[in-house]
Every structure is written in C-alpha cells, then in structure tokens.
C-alpha cells in the first residue's frame, strides 16, 4: 500500500528523525530474533542429540516470570511481554520438534 506521500512531506524533522530511529530500533529486533533463533536451534540440535524433551516447562515458566519482572522494571506491559516471549518460546519449541524429527 503506497504511502501518503503529501502527509508524508509535510511531517517535521523530529518526526522524521523519530521514524528513523524506529526503523533502526525495528532492525535491531529482527537481528537480536535471528540470534536468538540461531542459538536455540542449536540448543534444538543438542537436545536431539541427548534425546531431551523440546519442552522444559520449568524454564519456560521461570523466564517468564524473569522477563515479566524485567518488563515491569522497564515501564513495559507485563502481559504484553509475556505474550511476545510466549510466541518466541512456542517457535523455538516447533523448531525443536523439528530437528528431532529429521534426526
């Protein structure tokens, strides 16, 4: 969907400067995910390795209750944390599941 080049135009420097800032903060984010994902594969390839469970519950409850205690400290939404780690986590899990699959 095109932007609204003329609102677009007419925004002022701060505004502009902000966007910028937002897009490398965005940037940041996908590369910091594409880390965290790269080292959890590996963790996923040691697990398979070791047949281990891709689930370890008390983990996964202990971070987030570290990340809603990190969130809160912060000024962030506990509950919008939690959900945003709780997505990671089920990803990390099915990708667990699948490197256990191929073997």
Do not use: C
């Amino acid at each position: 969907m095109p932007e609204d080049t003329t609102a677009e135009q007419a925004a002022p420097e701060d505004l502009w400067r902000l966007r910028r800032s937002i897009d490398n903060i965005d940037t940041a984010l996908v590369a910091m995910l594409a880390e965290r994902f790269r080292v959890t594969r590996e963790v996923g390839q040691l697990k398979a390795r070791h047949r281990l469970d891709a689930v370890d519950v008390a983990r996964e409850e202990a971070k987030v209750a570290r990340l809603r205690e990190n969130a809160a400290r912060a000024g962030l939404d506990e509950d919008f944390a939690e959900e945003f780690i709780r997505r990671v986590m089920a990803e990390v899990v099915r990708q667990h599941r699948e490197i256990a699959k191929k073997g």
